[in-house]
Structures are given as structure tokens and as C-alpha cells.
């Protein structure tokens, strides 16, 4: 299994505080990603990034920011929680192929359950 | 938007071969076909994918058609480990291509 591990993996919050989730991995691998799941929607998208400081929005960025100071810590911050926060959120990470520009397989952590009240 | 199109569940019997089909008829030429899986709780696990020419590897088989529009996750034999959600992905090669996770296929083994 691919070194990926996340913190808390469970937390319970009330509205309106912030929430920060980590997401560490040992494989140096370049990209990382915050994803969100819940019932009927599958996983979504919520931040990319493509290197240390670099970080670009995905299909459901609003209420959530990253940072990336390390290769390996991405941080997924909820400035101010709210119940619709309330989710399974998970990290992946992948690296970039040989040729530049086709990846391989994104590597999944175990996630992190977060219920907002 | 989603770009494929998944039966919602289907359910085979133990150490039988299963075949999960998928549409992606809007796929362009520069799009992969991927597989992912999800076993309840855990985060989801790749599988397989393939560009236009038929993939095996240790987990699975993946058939595309001649023409691109559709493919079929065979799972030579399915054992009770094998229940899961899976989702059939296209994604562009490049380097910011993302993956975009539907609702995907339940896949129930009866013992």
C-alpha cells in the first residue's frame, strides 16, 4: 500500500470553528488531492496540487483552502465549518509518468470523517 | 457533466467471472479509460485502464470496443472481497487531468 496516511480520521465539530485535516505521504510523490464523498454524489474534487505552493481549485473549492509548504503535507483547511462540511473527505496522491504528461494511478488514503453540528 | 454511464448494480455468484459495463460514447481520442474500486469504508483503489487496446494485469481484464464507446471490467473470478462500488473514469493524458468520480456500479457476490 502506498505510504498515505490522514489525520484525525474521525473528528466532530460545531459550526463555525475552524477545521484543518493533513494529509502525509512518504512515497515523494508530486501531486496531491482533497476529495469530499457523500451519499449520491460519488467523490468530488475540492483542491489539486501539482507541487509545493502550487495548488488549483477543483469542482467544489468554496469554503475550503490548501496549503503545501512540503512535499509531503497537504493541508485542507475549513476556515469556518458548516453542517454541508459534514462528509468523508479523502487525500490521494499520484505521480506523473514518463513521459511528462500521462499519470499513473492516484493512490487513495484511508480518509477522514468529519461531522460538522 | 458525467462521461460515463454505469448500471447502478449488478450481482454475481462466487468464482464466477463478472463483467461490469460501462458507456462512455462522448470519449475523444486522447482520453483513457480508467477503473477504480471502492470496498465500503475504505478510500477508493485503482484497478486498471487502457487507451484503446484490451488490458490485463493481476486484478482484472478490461475490453474496449473497436470503436471506443463502451468497455467491460471482467473480474476473471469474483470472490466475496470483490463487493464493491466501481467507477468506469475517462480521462485526458496531461499533466493537470483529473479524475471525475460518478456514481458507479455496486458490485454485490453472492456466496
Not at chain 1, 480520521?9 to 459550526?15: A, G, I, L, N, S
Not at chain 1, 453542517?83 to 488514503?109: K, N
Not at chain 2, 490485463?56 to 476473471?76: C, G, H, Q, V, Y
Request: charged share 20%; proline share 4%.
Amino acid at each position: 500500500d502506498a505510504g498515505i496516511t490522514q489525520s484525525p480520521r474521525h473528528k466532530v465539530t460545531e459550526t463555525g470553528t475552524p477545521v484543518t485535516l493533513r494529509c502525509h505521504q512518504t512515497e515523494n510523490h508530486r501531486y496531491m488531492y482533497w476529495y469530499r464523498q457523500d451519499p449520491g454524489h460519488g467523490l468530488r474534487l475540492i483542491h489539486y496540487s501539482y507541487g509545493v505552493k502550487d495548488t488549483d481549485k477543483g469542482e467544489v473549492s468554496d469554503g475550503y483552502s490548501v496549503s503545501r509548504s512540503k512535499t509531503e503535507d497537504f493541508l485542507l483547511t475549513l476556515e469556518s465549518a458548516t453542517s454541508s462540511q459534514t462528509s468523508v473527505y479523502f487525500c490521494a496522491i499520484s505521480e506523473s509518468g514518463a513521459s511528462g504528461g500521462v499519470w499513473h494511478e492516484q493512490f487513495f488514503g484511508p480518509g477522514t470523517r468529519l461531522t460538522v453540528l | 457533466d458525467a462521461k460515463t454511464t454505469q448500471p447502478p448494480s449488478m450481482d454475481c455468484a462466487e468464482g464466477r467471472a463478472a463483467n461490469l459495463p460501462c458507456n462512455h460514447s462522448t470519449i475523444s481520442g486522447n482520453e483513457y479509460v480508467y477503473w477504480y474500486r471502492q470496498i465500503h469504508s475504505q478510500g477508493p483503489q485503482y484497478i486498471i485502464h487502457g487507451l484503446k487496446n484490451n488490458e490485463t494485469n493481476e486484478m482484472a481484464s478490461l475490453i474496449i470496443t473497436e470503436d471506443r464507446k463502451s468497455s467491460t471490467l471482467i473480474l476473471p473470478h469474483a470472490t466475496l472481497r470483490d463487493t464493491a462500488v466501481y467507477y468506469c473514469i475517462v480521462r485526458e493524458a496531461g499533466a493537470n487531468s483529473k479524475l471525475t468520480f460518478g456514481k458507479g456500479i455496486t458490485l454485490s457476490v453472492r456466496p
